[in-house]
């Protein structure tokens, strides 16, 4: 479900069809939960954003808001 990748900062992927329920998971360094429902940017803090050729978002890269540990989620065609 997550892989670290091998560069200077954390850096995490998680791919968002293989959770279940809300959409809701934990950091994967310190185990923050940041969930798809809050909008304050309080547990996270959108970094990057892809969509494809048919302008859906196909990646979003986050910052957690506790370890500064970068996550790419993936996965949003499954949902």
Do not use: H, W
Request: aromatic share 6%.
């Amino acid at each position: 479900m997550m892989k670290k990748m091998e560069n200077k900062s954390s850096a995490y992927t998680i791919n968002l069809a293989a959770i279940e329920g809300d959409g809701s998971f934990q950091c994967p360094k310190c185990g923050m939960s940041i969930s798809p429902e809050d909008e304050t940017e309080d547990n996270y803090k959108i970094l990057d954003t892809k969509v494809d050729d048919n302008g859906d978002l196909s990646e979003l890269v986050i910052s957690c808001g506790k370890c500064r540990s970068n996550i790419k989620l993936t996965g949003f065609q499954g949902l």
